[in-house]
Every structure is written in structure tokens, then in C-alpha cells.
């Protein structure tokens, strides 16, 4: 399964990497970094139909993650990626908009990679 990472956090990839390591080496998972939203969507404009799961910081500079997952959700109808939300702020404001732009989940940092990988899972079978 294809995943788009997308964090305006550098070291946000390396650790993917080591927290995924068997997944990645078994092909269950194939990771792709995006340092923006900008430059996620211009991944997405070039391999939208590889990319099934995006997980998204909100706090970015620039466009921010809710403003991606809007322009995801107008844009990439059919078929529609899996959309997960990251945030260091678990506030309801956070929650509550993102789950109205059409987020599937909502996660907070920093990450429980077990619970992570139980729900990438569940989207996998």
C-alpha cells in the first residue's frame, strides 16, 4: 500500500522509515514524503491513482493540513484516498474541522506507531 507522509518536520522521514522498517521491506507498505501541502499535491497530481492512505500534519506553514484534506477531497473523488490527520493539538477545533473537511481519522503526535500500524492495517485487508 501506497502512503503519503506529508510534514513540514524533516525528521518526520528517517523516523518513518525505522518505525516501518519490516513493513517496508516486506512491500507491505511504500512510503512517499511530502515536506508541504504544496508539494503534496503536486505528488498527487502525478500518482494519485498509486497513493490509498495519506497521513497529514494540520499545523504547517503555508497551506495547512486542513486546507490539503479539502483540496483532496474536491479534487480525488473516485477513488477517494484514505485521509488520516496528525496533529501536536488535540484540541476539538482541530478535530471537529477536520472530520467536517472529510478526514477518516484523526491522530495526535506524537504518534503511537503500534496504534498506527493497527490502523493502516485496517485499511489494508
Known sequence: MK????????DVQ????????????SGEFDFAFSLSGEDALEYLEKNH???????????????TGIELL?????TYEKPPPVV????????????RQAMQNGANEFLTKPLDFTLL???L?????
Open 14 to 25: 528517517p523516523l518513518f522509515i525505522q518505525r516501518f522498517r519490516k513493513e517496508i521491506r
Open 3 to 10: 502512503i503519503l507522509v506529508v510534514d513540514d518536520e524533516a
Open 121 to 125: 492495517k485496517t485499511f489494508v485487508e
Open 49 to 63: 491513482s498509486e497513493v490509498v492512505l495519506i497521513l497529514s500534519d494540520i499545523n504547517m506553514p503555508g497551506m
Open 84 to 95: 488520516m490527520m496528525i496533529t501536536a493539538y488535540g484540541d476539538e477545533e482541530n478535530r
Open 117 to 119: 500500524k493497527e490502523k
Open 70 to 74: 479539502s483540496r483532496i477531497r474536491h
